[in-house]
């Protein structure tokens, strides 16, 4: 199974609202991703939050990150049409030899203008 | 832009043949990765090469293989191609620090993908 998995699966928002995507992991962590995938595109990765790390900012993007609760969420403020695609998170765990980063199914968010 | 590129961007094959997919990594990278991504899935890890050498892998039959090259490329290889292998295939090329008692790994950094219809 996934190592993480977003809730809720697809969000419809009208632009100017905020989005919040959660995600939760199952294993200790050496990092948490969030990555934007435009349709059938390569992914972008967004932010990034250590371990150690309890919340993030990156212009209207904000993370946090509970490791009690293994659990991260992306909030995206004053969403914009652009901002329609859909949103992974990815954990960093270690793994014989070095880390694997699994992703977990994604939120689809569409933006209505 | 990442710097990352993948060759080619679309290919049909049809089953039991084989296939190579190719990558050139952002320079710098040892690490690459890569993923089979089903059509409204996720990426699924299929495995992880570091300074040449697979240092991870999923849950993917042996007939899913790899290579990394010391001039940052690499290649996916699927052999007997089933129906079901139809897919993005995505690599990823990132930093991986395992200097003493660094241990450390960053951001990805992904091609736009090779897309593989089985026929």
């Known amino acids: 199974s996934q190592q993480g998995e977003e809730d809720p699966q697809a969000l419809s928002i009208q632009e100017g609202e905020n989005a919040t995507m959660n995600c939760s992991y199952k294993?200790?962590?050496?990092?948490l991703q969030w990555y934007r995938q435009n349709s059938g595109r390569g992914l972008v990765h967004l932010i990034l939050i250590r371990s150690n790390e309890r919340e993030k900012h990156s212009g209207r993007l904000r993370v946090t990150l509970d490791t009690s609760k293994k659990s991260s969420s992306l909030l995206i403020t004053a969403s914009r049409a652009a901002d329609t695609a859909s949103y992974f998170c990815a954990t960093a765990f270690p793994n014989t030899g070095g880390f694997k980063t699994i992703f977990g199914a994604g939120t689809r968010l569409f933006v209505k203008a | 832009e990442t710097g990352v590129t993948q060759s080619p961007t679309h290919l049909i094959k049809t089953r039991g043949q084989q296939v190579t997919l190719r990558c050139s990594s952002q320079s710098g990278h040892n690490t690459v990765s890569w993923y089979q991504q089903a059509l409204g899935q996720g990426p699924q890890f299929i495995f992880q090469?570091?300074?040449?050498?697979?240092?991870g892998r999923g849950n993917f039959p042996p007939r899913f293989s790899g290579l990394q090259f010391p001039n940052y490329s690499s290649e996916l290889n699927v052999n007997a191609l089933e129906l079901d292998d139809s897919a993005l295939y995505l690599c990823a090329s990132s930093l991986l620090r395992l200097a003493g008692r660094i241990r450390n790994t960053g951001e990805l950094f992904f091609g736009e993908g090779s897309r593989l219809t089985v026929l």
């Open positions: 090469y570091y300074r040449e050498e697979e240092n």
């Open positions: 294993t200790s962590i050496n990092n």
